[in-house]
């Protein structure tokens, strides 16, 4: 009997973990992202950028839906609106946007962003974030 609980109990205090673990990664991601995205292939269309990024987590597990906008005169205007799996070992998002043919992968290190969008096999844009609020 002693046995059973004691199993019952480590079960429950791994769950309860886990959950914690899933919640701090939720905190840690969810909210507004501010800082750069400049350009690394020149000339091209392409201009540097205040970039922001509003994350929310997605219906699926380890997904965060992210709206990444660009600062025009001090307003935001859209640029994106993706889906992004995230990797919880490496802290990395990631998301492959099928209309234009990029990858963009972004780093957290604790309130900071640092990544790359990558078109045709080449680094086009550095994005770096920082997160602007405490949501």
Aim: hydrophobic share 35%; with cysteine.
């Amino acid at each position: 009997m002693k046995f059973v609980f004691i199993n019952l109990l480590l079960t429950v205090s791994v769950n309860i973990l886990a959950q914690s673990r899933l919640s701090h990664d939720d905190s840690l991601l969810i909210g507004t992202w501010k800082g750069t995205s400049i350009c690394q292939v020149r000339p091209s269309p392409c201009n540097d950028e205040i970039s922001v990024c509003h994350i929310t987590k997605a219906n699926k597990p380890s997904t965060y839906h992210i709206v990444m906008n660009k600062v025009i005169n001090e307003k935001e205007e859209d640029m994106a609106v993706n889906d992004y799996s995230f990797d919880a070992p490496s802290k990395t998002l990631s998301c492959w946007e099928d209309k234009y043919k990029i990858t963009i992968t972004l780093h957290v290190i604790d309130n900071r962003m640092e990544g790359t969008l990558v078109y045709q096999n080449k680094v086009y844009r550095i994005i770096k974030l920082s997160k602007a609020d405490n949501k």
